[in-house]
């Protein structure tokens, strides 16, 4: 079946310095999504990336998708500490039910 | 717009009850609505997708008949978790797809934590 692996799976940084998180998938997908946790609370919907090659940004995050629509990343720019959390990558095979594989999540911690 | 509660969101059980969750889409409609499963510091784990009016998909590993999961309505999906045991505990979270949306994203619900003692 469709795998998605994220990494790092632990992610520490000052605060100010910048972080990048990687997903790749095992098969090409339909599209991918990005969602953020907060600690104790729920996935919150980020962005989704359709096209082959898209780069979508929203202030200090940037996130691509790759040529093959296989991998993606998300970037964030000069972290601050209200982006604790983790942040799942989250793939969609096509399937029209919109069934999404998560990534393992990279947890960021930063330190002020 | 787009949110999902959940009920309970916290609950002890004596191992052997069954415990129902519910999760609802307060101000759309989701014809598609996904039960997730998660571990401490680990991430979401699909168990099933409901469908509205229809049986539910369970993902390979899920026994369908301890895990029953009914949509009857466009807002509503309930799981039961039957006969708990300790290993059932864990933090289960819902996530509702609009309906007739073009985007496919799903919206989460605040997650129910189950303790099986």
């Known amino acids: 079946g469709q795998q998605v692996m994220q990494i790092p799976q632990y992610q520490h940084v000052q605060e100010g310095e910048d972080f990048t998180t990687y997903c790749n998938s095992s098969?090409?997908?339909?599209?991918i999504q990005w969602y953020k946790q907060r600690p104790g609370g729920h996935p919150v919907f980020l962005i989704q990336?359709?096209?082959?090659?898209e780069v979508k940004k929203q202030k200090r995050l940037t996130f691509q998708f790759g040529e093959a629509k296989k991998n993606s990343s998300l970037h964030i720019t000069a972290t601050q500490t209200t982006d604790v959390g983790t942040y799942f990558c989250a793939g969609h095979g096509g399937t029209s039910y919109g069934k999404l594989t998560f990534g393992q999540g990279t947890i960021l911690t930063v330190h002020p | 717009g787009a949110v999902v509660s959940q009920h309970p969101s916290r609950v002890i059980c004596k191992s052997g009850t069954s415990v129902k969750i519910e999760c609802r889409s307060l101000d759309f409609q989701a014809t598609t609505m996904f039960w997730y499963r998660q571990f401490p510091k680990q991430s979401l784990m699909l168990m099933a997708t409901s469908n509205e009016g229809s049986k539910a998909t369970y993902e390979q590993g899920v026994e369908k008949d301890k895990f029953l999961i009914n949509h009857a309505s466009l807002t509503l999906s309930t799981l039961t978790v039957t006969s708990a045991h300790p290993e059932d505990s864990s933090f289960y979270i819902c996530s509702a797809r609009p309906s007739g949306r073009t985007y496919n994203e799903q919206f989460f619900g605040p997650g129910t934590r189950l303790t099986v003692l």
């Open positions: 098969t090409t997908l339909s599209n």
């Open positions: 990336l359709v096209k082959s090659g």
